[in-house]
């Protein structure tokens, strides 16, 4: 027997749906929108708003993810560019020991 249930996700807000009522190692996998056959423009319009907020949401994270690789991007940068004037002196340094040795 299928039961009726009310989404509270946030691409499905207050969109209800029926499923098997037997717990999960015994239902027969049933499940569908209530409003299958003909959604309601409202529907349609809260399903977009929410799509849109996910959406949103997805990406001011990544945006704040790519600053956060910028940064680190750049910190790394400076790291190289130190460790390459280090070498350059140590190489400059046992070149002039060589030719004080010499």
């Known amino acids: 027997m299928a039961r009726c249930f009310t989404s509270r ?5 207050e ?10 190692i015994e239902n027969c996998e049933f499940w569908r929108w209530e409003d299958s056959s003909s959604r ?13 907020k996910v959406a ?7 945006r704040e993810s ?21 070498n350059y002196f140590e190489m400059f340094f046992q070149h002039e020991k060589d030719v004080y040795l010499m």
Do not use: G, H, Q, W
Request: hydrophobic fraction near 30%.
């Open 15 to 24: 969109r209800r749906f029926y499923r098997c009522s037997k717990p999960k």
């Open 40 to 52: 309601n423009s409202s529907i349609d319009v809260n399903l977009l708003k929410s799509k849109l």
């Open 66 to 86: 790519l600053n956060a690789i910028k940064i680190e991007r750049d910190n790394l940068k400076k790291k190289l560019e130190n460790l390459e004037s280090l």
């Open 9 to 13: 996700t946030p691409l499905n807000p």
């Open 56 to 62: 949103t949401l997805k990406m001011e994270n990544l």
